[in-house]
């Protein structure tokens, strides 16, 4: 059974810090994604990560597949309010059109 | 409107009462997909569906029935609802091959008393 690890699943800042937030599976996803989730609103994508090793940037978000595609990060530059939110990942589970989620990062920035 | 759409968005009913909610997709996606969120949960697969008439069981499929007659419609049926099924429930639709990206309506919060 493949599974994803998310951590931490809880992290309250400033406005203004740098966070992390980690997603990690004994399992080889040929993608990973990222979803960023607002309260009362469904998940929406953010990225999607296909090569190990890979780095996408999306304004202060930076995301990265790990080498082996069994792993990925989240880093935020600069926290800011509006960043606040669940963010899930996913990671593609191949011909069965289907996505194995984290259980999601919740965040709080504070101003 | 373009997109994937929910109704209703809140719902409240009783136990053992017969609930549908309703999911309609206008991007002729394949694949579609219900999930219920939980805290402490995340995200769980209750049934998914490949094509019309084509529809599987994900990771919490008991007490929910689905049936998919259009391509653009999966509804999901609480048939004899439970105070265990109160949670939010979203749709979601993904084209196949494209990394499986999915793209989620604005969920259905169920209450059940």
């Known amino acids: 059974t493949q599974l994803l690890e998310q951590s931490p699943q809880f992290l309250s800042i400033q406005e203004g810090e740098n966070l992390t937030v980690y997603c990690n599976s004994s399992s080889v996803f040929s993608s990973l994604q990222w979803y960023r989730q607002e309260p009362g609103e469904g998940p929406v994508l953010l990225v999607t990560?296909?090569?190990?090793?890979e780095v996408k940037k999306l304004k202060r978000l930076t995301f990265q597949f790990g080498d082996a595609r069994k792993d990925s990060s989240l880093h935020i530059t600069a926290a800011q309010p509006g960043d606040t939110g669940l963010y899930l990942c996913?990671?593609?589970?191949?011909?069965?059109?289907?996505?194995?989620f984290g259980q999601g990062t919740t965040l709080q920035v504070k101003p | 409107d373009a997109g994937i759409t929910q109704s209703p968005r809140y719902k409240i009913t009783e136990t053992g009462r017969q609930v549908t909610l309703m999911c309609h997709q206008t991007w002729s996606h394949s694949y579609m997909f219900w999930y219920r969120q939980d805290l402490g949960h995340g995200l769980r697969l209750i049934y998914y569906?490949?094509?019309?008439?084509?529809?599987d069981k994900g990771e919490v499929p008991d007490g929910y029935v689905v049936s998919r007659s259009k391509t653009e419609n999966f509804p999901l049926t609480l048939e004899s609802a439970t105070r265990s099924q109160t949670s939010v429930y979203f749709c979601a639709s993904n084209i196949a091959g494209v990394y499986n990206e999915q793209f989620f309506g604005p969920g259905t919060r169920l209450t059940v008393l």
């Open positions: 996913a990671g593609d589970a191949g011909n069965t059109g289907k996505l194995i």
């Open positions: 990560v296909v090569t190990g090793g």
């Open positions: 569906s490949a094509a019309a008439d084509i529809t």
